[in-house]
């Protein structure tokens, strides 16, 4: 129908009644028309809106998975290389007990609480692992399936946004209305997602307020001792005065025999004691603690851990068939060995005092979450804020849809009427 045939139609009449006739139709025209352009506007406009938010929810799914994933690893991490070095420490515990430099080794009560400590080491260290491993796995769980869900409440939106936008485009009135009732129960259903995951990204968010809380405030027993559990304090305790007692003996041993045995001339008679040492005296090691396990400073003339082995090479000799130096030296070849390795033993262990004491306060599970707070927490508000957003345009934009798809199918139907009434009214005023 357009405006000249109607017009042409409304003057060929040419009389009140008709030129009432068609301004009636004019106007209903024009409103008509502008009703049908309007709709399906407003169509495309929220099948646009509900394609958006499909893809904000799917990106920031994606996303928010990552970033999920991330701190776990993350944290994980952190428990594995606290683990490893826990093991290291029970290692050079194991190692100290089999040191023997010319003969001499750790006394034998130092021997057995090695044995001991070594068991509860291995156990702390296998808890912390297996518990946050454990931990990690349950929370991804949880976290694969919400993803799922979430994809596929987008890919379903998504195909009923277009399925909608399809029927009513083709003016499938009858399709439509099924894919209202269906609509209608996803976005209801949606909207109650959306509430649940409201509450969830408040979980999250009190969860990174809780780990600067807990930071500021350590003894506190939060939620968070499941995900990053501090060592048992008494082991930690324990580790740390046992691997410094074994390296405060180790020293000692191996600064008896230089003492007693290397930087004294025997006669060829004392056998074992004499091995033909001579020159200059061996210089003994920097004990780096006392007896009762308080630090203590290097004496003049002592060599440190550090650099022991590279000190004593200078006083190796050369060792005849008989195995008594035949150029002037204190240590044969065999005895420096013996002795590296108790530098060795006696460092290593010395190196993780600061280890063990950040054991010992938990401040490696302080430091993880600082690093969580700070480099994680951001992106997983971030991306959770994102979900949120796209699990309420998605379902807005759906319901606003269904209501166009209904508007729209029936302004095109009612369209198709009145071309149809039209084309008949057109015959009628041609037969005159
Ligand atoms: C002992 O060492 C000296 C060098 O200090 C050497 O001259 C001598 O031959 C050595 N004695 C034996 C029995 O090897
Ligand atoms: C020190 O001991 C550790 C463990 O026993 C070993 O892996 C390392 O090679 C040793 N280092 C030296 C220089 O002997």
């Given at each position: ?21 068609v301004?009636?139709r ?83 009560d130092v ?31 949880g ?140 210089p ?17 003339g ?9 000190v ?51 401040t ?48 095109r139907r ?19």
């Amino acid at each position: 129908m357009t405006f000249t045939s109607t017009l042409v139609a409304g003057i060929s009449a040419m009389n009140t009644t008709g030129l009432l006739w068609v301004l009636r139709r004019l106007l209903s025209l024009s409103l008509l028309q502008s009703a049908y352009a309007l709709s399906l506007i407003f169509l495309i406009l929220f099948t646009i809106a509900a394609i958006a938010g499909c893809v904000v929810l799917y990106t920031g799914q994606g996303k928010f998975h990552g970033s999920t994933t991330d701190t776990l690893d993350y944290a994980v991490s952190k428990a594995d290389l606290t683990a490893e070095n826990l093991r290291n420490v029970s290692d050079y515990l194991s190692a100290a007990k089999k040191i023997s430099v010319d003969s001499a080794i750790l006394p034998l009560d130092v021997q057995k609480s090695i044995d001991d400590i070594d068991r509860k080491i291995n156990s702390s260290a296998s808890t912390l692992s297996h518990q946050t491993a454990d931990n990690k796995e349950k929370i991804q769980h949880g976290l694969d399936r919400m993803r799922l869900a979430l994809i596929i409440l987008a890919a379903v939106m998504l195909f009923l946004a277009f399925l909608g936008f399809l029927f009513s485009i083709l003016g499938l009135q009858c399709l439509v209305y099924t894919l209202v009732i269906l609509g209608w129960i996803l976005v209801t259903g949606t909207f109650i997602l959306c509430g649940v995951f409201h509450l969830l990204h408040n979980v999250a968010g009190d969860a990174c307020v809780a780990m600067d809380q807990w930071v500021q405030n350590p003894t506190a027993h939060t939620a968070l001792d499941d995900i990053l559990p501090c060592v048992d304090n008494a082991t930690a305790q324990e580790t740390l005065s046992r691997s410094k007692n074994v390296t405060h003996q180790l020293v000692n041993v191996v600064n008896g025999v230089i003492n007693n045995v290397f930087n004294r001339n025997f006669p060829p008679a004392l056998a074992p004691l004499y091995f033909n040492q001579s020159g200059p005296l061996v210089p003994v090691l920097c004990n780096p603690f006392h007896s009762n396990l308080t630090n203590r400073d290097c004496a003049f003339g002592e060599v440190t851990l550090h650099n022991a082995t590279e000190v004593w090479k200078k006083y190796i000799c050369k060792v005849s068939g008989s195995g008594v130096c035949s150029t002037p030296g204190r240590l044969t070849p065999q005895f420096y060995t013996q002795m590296s390795a108790a530098v060795n033993v006696s460092y290593g262990l010395y190196r993780y005092g600061p280890f063990l004491v950040n054991l010992q306060d938990c401040t490696f599970v302080r430091d993880a979450f600082t690093d969580i707070s700070h480099d994680y927490c951001p992106d997983l508000r971030h991306y959770s804020q994102w979900i949120y957003i796209g699990l309420v345009i998605v379902p807005a934009a759906v319901m606003l849809s269904l209501i166009f798809w209904v508007i729209y199918a029936r302004e095109r139907r009612h369209r198709v009427y009145t071309k149809q009434y039209d084309g008949r009214s057109e015959g009628q005023y041609k037969g005159r």
